[in-house]
């Protein structure tokens, strides 16, 4: 690496910013063989252009935007987002206010001017008398030298003004170049008048005659036309008095501030077109209709709530039921079992078994040996089993099964009892005899002595599952079957999984510390550029080095 100062290169070794050389450079300052002015002409290899970053995420803006509903002087509109996501706004419209009170009668002043020789006398008679005032003629001048003839002017006009009466509104008359122009002033109760001219006359001289209760009224110039304006409005509270001439498509208004700040415009009545969702107008027929229908009070409907308890909410659920937790909470069905009776044989009623019957009861029979022929002093417990009605039941039937081993062959088989109760409470008891032996299902038979079922040709082997079977009639076909995942991404992590991956051998080697900021200095560097610690003490070397530097005028090529 080299370092060229003056024009003049010498080898340099250069760490951590310090630039050592032995050798006096001319033009060069030396501070303890440290020259200064250096600039760094090696630079390293490109390095390799990084990967593409990752495509940002998709904005969010607004694709409509819809009127609602509307209540009172409220308008509610809808915002929808690109994302799908919607939000509600309010525009609340301004409403008419009350009516002012009437004023105190005015009345128009009346202005005359009359001259006798050199003398002219101005009288104004208002509420409070008249006034008058003198203007005398001034002395004839010397006459001066003639000028040279100037060019012909443009024909001149003289605006006239007059002032006529009818009733109690005066109508001051003003016609220039550009036409007439009028103004209407009513009688004010005997109050005097005032005009204000836009741009001269000053804020305390209008409010003066204000608290005089003078009629006043502004005389301004718009676009070249001659405007006479009414004070229309004082905000007392801000010191700005309004006045306003109207016009057929909108107003003209010319206001002072308390700081004798003068200000006009014209402001235009709002269109009469219909209305949308995005500009003011007039109703349209079909929308007035529809408003019409909307019931007072109405607003955008919510989805209810079985949640909310808040009784004046509007997703509130008004007679909520209460959902049943147990089996206590619901009303038995139409022949519900609602518990158990046990009739005695010989002993209970016909009655006894209707109260049971009606009442969704299950019956038994509890028959003792007296009434069990050939069952010994045994007593059985049978379960009812047919009614002959079941709307209106004259005979039930109770039944006893037992398997009948212990006796003698001739006694064994299967035995069924019969209890029997009619309507005219007569029990009787009836036994009849079942088969030798149990008939099982295809391929199996039982031995009714030994209880034993066996397995006959019939039968078939179990056979083993095949994984690879596709026909569901088949025994060896597996229902339910599970997907085996085929890519490690169908998996879950375990714990500790390893998901990032750290090369140990670039972490081990020089270059894995160089950072953005050793890229900028080596760039700066490159480009003449040496970076120091400008703020270090006098002594040290970047101190010292820095205070050289400023000394041979490079400061510029500084980094701090």
């Not at 007059?162 to 509104?169: D, P, R, T």
């Not at 608290?211 to 070249?224: H, L, Q, R």
């Not at 069952?375 to 059985?380: F, H, K, N, P, Y």
């Amino acid at each position: 690496m080299t370092i060229e100062i003056n024009g003049k290169v010498t080898t340099i070794a250069q760490l951590n910013g310090i630039i050592n050389s032995d050798t006096d450079i001319d033009g060069a300052v030396s501070l303890g063989g440290t020259i200064i002015g250096a600039s760094l002409s090696e630079r390293g290899l490109k390095g390799e252009r990084g990967a593409k970053g990752d495509t940002g995420e998709t904005g969010n803006g607004i694709t409509d935007i819809e009127y609602v509903s509307s209540l009172g002087n409220v308008d509610t509109y809808k915002i929808t987002f690109s994302d799908g996501n919607e939000t509600t706004f309010e525009v609340t419209n301004g409403i008419d206010g009350q009516d002012g009170t009437d004023g105190a009668d005015g009345f128009s002043p009346i202005a005359n001017v009359t001259k006798a020789g050199d003398t002219a006398t101005i009288s104004i008679t208002d509420s409070n008398g008249t006034t008058t005032a003198t203007v005398s003629d001034g002395a004839d001048g010397n006459d001066g030298a003639d000028g040279q003839d100037g060019q012909d002017g443009a024909d001149g006009f003289s605006p006239s003004a007059s002032v006529s009466k009818a009733g109690n509104k005066a109508t001051i008359t003003i016609t220039d170049k550009d036409g007439t122009t009028t103004a209407d002033i009513y009688d004010g109760g005997g109050a005097s008048a005032f005009i204000a001219e836009y741009g001269v006359t000053t804020y305390a001289d209008i409010k003066d005659a204000y608290d005089e209760d003078a009629i006043i009224i502004c005389t301004a110039d718009d676009s070249g036309n001659t405007v006479i304006c009414q004070l229309a409005y004082y905000d007392d509270e801000n010191g700005i008095f309004y006045f306003a001439q109207p016009r057929d498509d909108g107003f003209y208004l010319a206001s002072i501030a308390i700081d004798d700040t003068w200000d006009d415009g014209y402001f235009q009545f709002a269109s009469t077109d219909t209305a949308t969702q995005l500009r003011n107008g007039l109703m349209d027929a079909l929308d007035k209709q529809k408003l019409d229908t909307i019931a007072s009070g109405a607003e955008v409907n919510v989805q209810s709530d079985w949640n909310q308890s808040t009784n004046t909410a509007d997703d509130y659920i008004k007679n909520k039921p209460t959902i049943p937790s147990k089996t206590s909470d619901l009303n038995n069905d139409s022949g519900f079992i609602t518990g158990m009776t046990i009739l005695s044989y010989g002993n209970s009623t016909w009655q006894n078994f209707i109260d049971a019957y009606n009442a969704n009861k299950v019956v038994y029979c509890r028959a003792s040996s007296n009434s069990n022929p050939g069952s010994g002093s045994q007593t059985r417990l049978a379960f009812m089993a047919y009614v002959n009605n079941a709307t209106t039941p004259t005979e039930v039937e109770f039944q006893y099964y037992r398997s009948v081993s212990s006796h003698s062959a001739s006694q064994q088989g299967d035995q069924v009892f019969v209890y029997k109760l009619n309507s005219a409470g007569t029990w009787s008891v009836t036994t009849r005899e079942a088969s030798s032996k149990i008939v099982a299902g295809t391929g199996l038979s039982s031995s009714y002595s030994s209880g034993v079922l066996t397995l006959t040709s019939s039968g078939e082997a179990n056979v083993q599952s095949d994984w690879n079977e596709a026909d569901n009639t088949k025994d060896d076909y597996i229902k339910n079957k599970p997907t085996i995942p085929t890519k490690v991404s169908e998996l879950n992590n375990d714990s500790g999984f390893i998901t990032t991956e750290t090369d140990p051998v670039f972490t081990a080697s020089d270059a894995y510390g160089i950072d953005s900021t050793d890229i900028t200095n080596w760039d700066n560097s490159y480009n003449g550029k040496v970076s120091l610690d400008t703020s270090a003490q006098s002594g040290t070397t970047d101190g010292d080095l820095y205070a050289a530097i400023v000394a041979l005028g490079w400061a510029s090529d500084v980094i701090e």
